[in-house]
Structure formats: structure tokens, C-alpha cells
Nanobody
Framework: QVQLVEEGGRLVQAGGSLTLSCVAS????????MGWFRQAPGKERAFVAT????????YYADSVKGRFTIFRDNAKNTVSLQMNILKPEDTAVYYC?????????????????WGQGTQVTVSS
């Protein structure tokens, strides 16, 4: 059983930067593809970014490409999301997710473990 705990969400002004972190425990972290998803009020949870368990290949939603960077530290069981040039539409609860050796990493259903979420609010 993998437990995920996110941290780092807060209120930030548009154009600012923020880094979210997610610490995993209870599994072999290097065997998990890690993803970040977000859910805005009244909307479904949506894919943001992922980093594969094999060698760290990354993939991003078009809406964040060029602004967000996902990276992992297998020694610290941590995955992070560096968010730059934040926009009000980035406001959402951000969730960390783990999927055991998955390749179709944009599919929400492929992730078996989820954190509790952390709120990011971007003011205009």
C-alpha cells in the first residue's frame, strides 16, 4: 500500500511561481509512474503532468506545457511539480498519484494511489 502526501499549495499572484511536493511511502518508489492531476471547482479531475518510472520520461498537458516541470528524486521518494507563470485558471486542488509500472500515464484510471490534495489558488 502506497501513501502519498502532498504539500506546498497556497495562494499566489498571477505570474508567480510555486513548487508542489509529494512524498511517497509504503512501496518501491522507483517502480511507480508518478502523476499530478488537478480539479477545479465544478470540473472533473484532469491530467497535468507525469514522469515515468523508467528513466524519468515526462509528459504534460497542453495547458501547462512550457510553464510546469515535473521531476522526481527516487532517493527521497519524492515527486515535485514546479509551476511558473501561474494563471488564475491554474487554480485547483492538485493531487499526486502513483501507478505501478504504467505507461498510459495520462489516464486517471491507471493510477492506483492518490494523495489527499493540496489547494493552489492563483489571484489575478
Amino acid at each position: 500500500q502506497v501513501q502519498l502526501v502532498e504539500e506546498g499549495g497556497r495562494l499566489v499572484q498571477a505570474g508567480g511561481s510555486l513548487t508542489l511536493s509529494c512524498v511517497a511511502s509504503g512501496g518501491t518508489f522507483s517502480s511507480y509512474t508518478m502523476g499530478w492531476f488537478r480539479q477545479a471547482p465544478g470540473k472533473e479531475r484532469a491530467f497535468v503532468a507525469t514522469i515515468r518510472w523508467t528513466g524519468g520520461n515526462t509528459y504534460y498537458a497542453d495547458s501547462v506545457k512550457g510553464r510546469f516541470t515535473i521531476f522526481r528524486d527516487n532517493a527521497k521518494n519524492t515527486v515535485s511539480l514546479q509551476m511558473n507563470i501561474l494563471k488564475p485558471e491554474d487554480t485547483a486542488v492538485y493531487y499526486c498519484a502513483a501507478g505501478y509500472k504504467i505507461y498510459r500515464a495520462v489516464d486517471i484510471g491507471n493510477y492506483g494511489y492518490w494523495g489527499q490534495g493540496t489547494q493552489v489558488t492563483v489571484s489575478s
